[in-house]
């Protein structure tokens, strides 16, 4: 009889350790997939942030793409007038950019301020290589900009602070020849087209930019499964 009780406790025994052990590993599996939903709400979270600011990039970028091309499009005007091509036409134009001697343009990504030391906290590789594509693009369109930046200040920053008290006289029914014959053209024409060729430089960087910010986009988009307007 006490051998019979042994073997019973002996088996209750191993029965309490299974029950324990299948309660420690179903704990674990609770415990891994709550924390597995935990990592994708947080990412999630950072992807959102991630996509709102590179929403941000595109809309600053697209405007400092559009004032590139609308300073080359005025300086292509101005020698147009100048070399006497279509020069009564060309005259008649509204002027469409404002000034052509900004001696300093502003850039900032928002992405590489807030992402550029968290890429390792994101997991979906197609979205960490963007990021990296992202963070160099950013890098060689600064080089650009600041290379930019410097040369209108060593060759405009005077003609800027000269011409200051025209440019707010500058209006809706300013034309490209009231400009021409405001900013002395003529005079400075060798100082506006080659400062132009630094802006030519930043266009072309800014533009590839746009294209890696909206591959990032699109990929976000995806991911996100956003399909409302954004």
């Not at 595109?58 to 405007?63: A, C, D, I, R």
């Not at 000269?162 to 405001?182: V, W």
Request: glycine content about 2%; hydrophobic content about 40%.
């Amino acid at each position: 009889m006490s051998e019979n009780k042994t073997a019973k406790y002996f088996k209750y025994a191993i029965g309490e350790i299974v029950l324990v052990m299948i309660g420690i590993l179903l704990a674990l599996q609770v415990n891994n997939w709550n924390e597995s939903r935990k990592n994708k709400i947080n990412e999630t979270k950072l992807l959102t942030e991630l996509f709102n600011d590179a929403k941000l990039d595109s809309v600053f970028f697209e405007s400092r793409n559009s004032s590139l091309k609308k300073h080359l499009v005025t300086v292509n005007h101005l020698n147009s007038i100048h070399l006497g091509i279509n020069a009564d036409s060309i005259s008649e134009l509204p002027l469409d950019y404002e000034f052509i001697f900004d001696p300093s343009l502003a850039y900032q990504s928002t992405v590489d301020a807030n992402f550029n030391n968290r890429i390792d906290a994101i997991s979906n590789d197609k979205i960490k290589m963007n990021l990296r594509m992202y963070s160099l693009a950013y890098h060689y369109l600064k080089l650009h900009y600041e290379r930019r930046n410097r040369i209108f200040e060593i060759n405009c920053n005077d003609l800027s602070v000269k011409y200051h008290s025209y440019r707010t006289q500058i209006d809706s029914s300013t034309t490209l020849g009231n400009y021409f014959l405001g900013i002395e053209f003529a005079k400075h024409e060798k100082v506006i087209n080659y400062t132009n060729e630094a802006v030519v430089l930043s266009k072309e960087r800014t533009e590839n930019f746009i294209t890696i910010n909206t591959m990032l986009l699109n990929e976000l988009r995806a991911i996100l499964d956003i399909t409302t307007n954004d």
